[in-house]
């Protein structure tokens, strides 16, 4: 096994990207899921945290309305946050336990080492990780009255794609832990 690090990574990198090519069914799928649910989400927390001038609530109903409105907010953030870590975990426990006695037997043939081999997965498939839940992001924010600030938009579509991307690699983990589907 005397091939370097980096040449390993570049090989396994583009077997991944190849293999994720040559299954578009597999990317459909995710995009028309995470859509689905995306709309989904859209028009069971619409507008859920719309801002309604205070002049126009009366003053006996403020504090219930605020209320009212914080624990629609609560909702329709843990329902975004739990679709994204599900749809990660989803996309990686269905597909690594296929590949897994590959890749013991590659890993035990010495053909390349651990660690190229799983950043190559991180990387090949970065693309999907950041295009899944900014879609989901794009179609949410503005829907559920979230606030509109491009700054504050960036910075959901951001914390999305970190949770994405933990629960992927935390999917990743949990999955190579177990040596039977």
Same mark, same amino acid.
């Given at each position: ?40 989400? *859209?028009?069971?927390?619409? #507008?859920?945290?719309?801002? %309604?001038?205070? $002049?126009?609530? /009366? !003053?006996?109903? +403020? ?21 994204? *870590?599900?749809?990660?975990? #989803?996309?990686?426990?269905? %597909?690594?336990? $296929?590949?897994? /006695? !590959?890749?013991? +037997? ?76």
């Amino acid at each position: 096994m005397g091939a370097p690090w980096g040449y390993q990574f570049n090989l396994l990198a583009k077997r991944n990207f190849l293999n994720l090519v040559r299954l578009p069914q597999t990317s459909y799928v995710k995009l028309i899921t995470t859509i689905v649910t995306a709309i989904f989400a *859209a028009l069971l927390f619409w #507008q859920a945290g719309a801002y %309604i001038p205070e $002049d126009s609530i /009366p !003053v006996v109903k +403020r504090k219930t309305y605020y209320f009212q409105t914080w624990q629609n907010l609560q909702g329709a953030l843990f329902f975004m946050t739990m679709n994204i *870590a599900f749809n990660a975990i #989803q996309n990686v426990i269905l %597909i690594f336990p $296929d590949e897994r /006695p !590959v890749f013991l +037997r590659e890993v035990n043939n010495n053909m390349y080492w651990v660690g190229p081999y799983f950043w190559a997965k991180i990387v090949s498939e970065l693309p999907f990780a950041i295009l899944t839940p900014c879609l989901f992001g794009v179609i949410v924010y503005f829907t559920v009255g979230l606030n509109p600030t491009f700054g504050d938009f960036v910075l959901f579509l951001l914390t999305l794609v970190l949770i994405y991307n933990s629960s992927s690699g935390y999917s990743l983990i949990i999955s190579a832990s177990f040596s039977d589907k």
